[in-house]
């Protein structure tokens, strides 16, 4: 039972490279999230789907796109990568969104853009 | 809007002092509060939760209880130990563009020094 698992653990790019994260899990969960972690910003949201077909919104959504490939596999795209999108990524996964279930985390993705 | 504010860091403490983390938050209602930890490395985990007023929640000899007369979910405990070195987050659960999804504080570092 490996949980979140997340690739590539780093990734350093230039700007207006491209990149996929890769994100799955192996616990049934029906939502998956992306966060991004700046040093003293805490984690904010980027995109989640809530179920298998969906996805939704967060906080910072601008630069990035999503795909729910099926029910464990959530991956989050750069289109054209900018330095303000150097950040560590997390992938998370939860039984129900917006519900008190515990949510477990990947280790992180650490991506730097120059 | 909904909005959650934690005692800035770093925190260094010796071992078997006794810890206090602050969190406070702004919200309609009375959200579900968590605590989740983030050891060096590693992604976040969940630390302990309270879903209703007066609740207390506490794991590894850590606890937290919801006041809703303060709007406060304070980290405690008494005697801490070099292996709780690590980044702790609280986060209630809020609401935002039509859901409800944890918002993170941004992350209070403590170290424990023998």
């Known amino acids: 039972n490996a949980g979140v698992t997340q690739t590539p653990k780093f990734q350093v790019l230039k700007t207006g490279q491209s990149m996929t994260l890769q994100c799955a899990q192996d616990?049934?969960?029906?939502?998956m999230y992306w966060y991004r972690q700046d040093p003293g910003m805490g984690l904010r949201l980027i995109y989640y789907?809530?179920?298998?077909?969906?996805?939704d919104k967060g906080e910072v959504p601008n630069g990035y796109n999503v795909s729910r490939l099926n029910k464990r596999e959530f991956s989050l795209r750069l289109e054209s990568a900018a330095p303000s999108q150097t950040s560590v990524y997390f992938c998370?996964?939860?039984?129900?969104?917006?519900?008190?279930?515990?949510?477990?985390f990947g280790p992180g993705t650490r991506l730097t853009v120059l | 809007g909904d909005s959650v504010t934690q005692m800035e860091g770093p925190v260094t403490l010796s071992e078997e002092a006794f810890l206090t983390i602050n969190c406070t938050y702004t919200?309609?209602?009375?959200?579900?509060l968590f605590w989740y930890v983030q050891y060096p490395g590693e992604g976040l985990q969940l630390l302990l939760k309270?879903?209703?007023?007066?609740d207390k929640g506490s794991n590894k000899g850590f606890e937290a209880t919801y006041r809703k007369e303060t709007t406060s979910f304070h980290l405690e405990k008494g005697s801490v130990q070099v292996s709780d070195s690590a980044v702790y987050f609280c986060?209630?659960?809020?609401?935002?563009?039509?859901?409800?999804?944890?918002?993170f504080g941004k992350g209070t570092k403590l170290s424990v020094i023998p």
């Open positions: 998370a996964s939860s039984e129900l969104a917006g519900s008190t279930d515990t949510q477990y």
């Open positions: 616990m049934n969960h029906n939502s």
């Open positions: 789907s809530a179920s298998e077909g969906t996805t």
């Open positions: 919200a309609t209602g009375y959200p579900s």
């Open positions: 309270a879903t209703k007023a007066d």
């Open positions: 986060a209630p659960l809020l609401s935002g563009a039509g859901s409800y999804q944890l918002t």
